[in-house]
T-cell receptor, first 114, second 112 residues
Framework: GENVEQHPSTLSVQEGDSAVIKCTYSDSASNYFPWYKQELGKGPQLIIDIRSNVGEKKDQRIAVTLNKTAKHFSLHITETQPEDSAVYFCAASSSGGSARQLTFGSGTQLTVLP | DAGVIQSPRHEVTEMGQEVTLRCKPISGHDYLFWYRQTMMRGLELLIYFNNNVPIDDSGMPEDRFSAKMPNASFSTLKIQPSEPRDSAVYFC??????????FGDGTRLSIL
């Protein structure tokens, strides 16, 4: 089955700086890679996703890059703000059908220092 | 859009008792997923349904766990009998075909 590794487990940055979180996956058939943000006491919320036919996707201050050859993908947050502080999870799905069975990374606790 | 609704938000019960967690998916979503989140094992998929039918329950840890979806707007996850190691946050998520998963805010379960 799929295995997703995520690094780092904790990350502290100064407000305004950039944050980068990296994930690797094992199943070369994986074709969908979402990123979720989880705030304390809440469920994970999708912030951005990328499909395997795209190398990069950007949404305002958030971007995701995918390297299929190396089987890794990264989340980039620019101009970080205190409200970006949360736990971030990457995930991968190799489901061929319409149900995207996700395997999650272990999470990164991001702290943005004011 | 009311989002995925889970109840109760918190449950504290004694070992050996039956526990029932409830989920109302987003209207129109064909897929429903149950996850468990712990510090040691992270987010794990337990089971998922398509059009109320269980498709893959390979993540269900033991026979003590069971899940049902009697109709398109309601699902339950039951643990009987409960054990302290079942303590975790349980999430329900729903999605459209090929769509991303929308998560509820979870049920924090503590088994004493």
């Amino acid at each position: 089955g799929e295995n997703v590794e995520q690094h780092p487990s904790t990350l502290s940055v100064q407000e305004g700086d950039s944050a980068v979180i990296k994930c690797t996956y094992s199943d070369s058939a994986s074709n969908y890679f979402p990123w979720y943000k989880q705030e304390l006491g809440k469920g994970p919320q999708l912030i951005i996703d990328i499909r395997s036919n795209v190398g990069e996707k950007k949404d305002q201050r958030i971007a995701v890059t995918l390297n299929k050859t190396a089987k890794h993908f990264s989340l980039h947050i620019t101009e970080t703000q205190p409200e970006d502080s949360a736990v971030y999870f990457c995930a991968a799905s190799s489901s061929g059908g319409s149900a995207r069975q996700l395997t999650f990374g272990s999470g990164t606790q991001l702290t943005v220092l004011p | 859009d009311a989002g995925v609704i889970q109840s109760p938000r918190h449950e504290v019960t004694e070992m050996g008792q039956e526990v029932t967690l409830r989920c109302k998916p987003i209207s129109g979503h064909d897929y429903l997923f149950w996850y468990r989140q712990t510090m040691m094992r992270g987010l794990e998929l337990l089971i998922y349904f398509n059009n109320n039918v269980p498709i893959d329950d390979s993540g269900m840890p033991e026979d003590r766990f069971s899940a049902k979806m009697p109709n398109a707007s309601f699902s339950t996850l039951k643990i009987q009998p409960s054990e302290p190691r079942d303590s975790a946050v349980y999430f329900c998520a729903s999605s459209l075909p090929g769509g991303y998963q929308h998560f509820g805010d979870g049920t924090r379960l503590s088994i004493l």
